[in-house]
């Protein structure tokens, strides 16, 4: 079992400020994926990344595999509040999510 | 856009009593899952099921759960006997076939919110 840790567990920002998430783990892994929960919702993919070292962007999101695949970081550019909510990280193989990130933008 | 759906949205019972919860996958998907979200917790694999059978299962998923396809369309998870702790958001997901060195999505229903009082 892969177990993933996410850091930090809570952050609490203001719009337009840079942050970055955290996931880690122990073990290597064959590809890691990162969803985001909305209250009251499933969690929704943002990107799945999969070669070490691989960076992925999503508009504002940026998406790092670390070169060894054993961690990844999410950094969001000027966040908005409608990037509120709980980050997710996932190993695809084993189907296991960290406790995530809740992360609330205020205005 | 095709989607995964649940229902109820909502479903209070009592202690011991049998629950059935529902999900429609997407069409033509053929990797079926179930997790739980306790309020305020992570995640949690229950379950996926593939071909008409169990491929894996997690600690969580003991004797008093059990899934079935009972027709083409619907996928459901049944609690035999609920327990308190078996208060929950479950979410049903669905996946396509996987091609080989392809990751593909899993996508999420929006939740069924279990209350057992």
């Known amino acids: 079992t892969q177990l993933l840790e996410q850091s930090p567990q809570f952050l609490s920002i203001q719009e337009g400020e840079n942050l970055t998430v955290y996931c880690n783990s122990s073990s290597v892994f064959s590809s890691l994926q990162w969803y985001r929960q909305e209250p009251g919702e499933g969690p929704v993919l943002l990107v799945t990344v999969v070669t070490g070292g691989e960076v992925k962007k999503l508009k504002r999101l940026t998406f790092q595999f670390g070169d060894a695949r054993k961690d990844s970081s999410l950094h969001i550019t000027a966040a908005q509040t409608g990037d509120t909510g709980l980050y997710l990280c996932?190993?695809?193989?084993?189907?296991?999510f960290g406790a995530g990130t809740r992360l609330t933008v205020k205005p | 856009e095709p989607e995964v759906t649940q229902t109820p949205s909502h479903q209070v019972t009592q202690m011991g009593q049998e629950v059935i919860l529902r999900c429609v996958p997407i069409?033509?998907?053929?990797?079926f899952y179930w997790y739980r979200q306790i309020l305020g917790q992570k995640v949690e694999f229950l379950v996926s099921f593939y071909n008409n059978e169990i491929s894996e299962k997690s600690e969580i998923f003991d004797d008093q759960f059990s899934v079935e396809r009972p027709d083409g369309s619907n996928f459901t998870l049944k609690i035999r006997s609920t327990k308190l702790e078996d208060s929950a958001m479950y979410f049903c997901?669905?996946?396509?076939?996987?091609?080989?060195?392809?990751?593909?999505?899993?996508?999420f229903g929006p939740g069924t919110r279990l209350t057992v009082l």
């Open positions: 996932a190993v695809n193989n084993d189907m296991r």
């Open positions: 997901a669905s996946k396509d076939r996987t091609l080989e060195g392809s990751y593909n999505e899993q996508f």
């Open positions: 069409s033509n998907h053929l990797y």
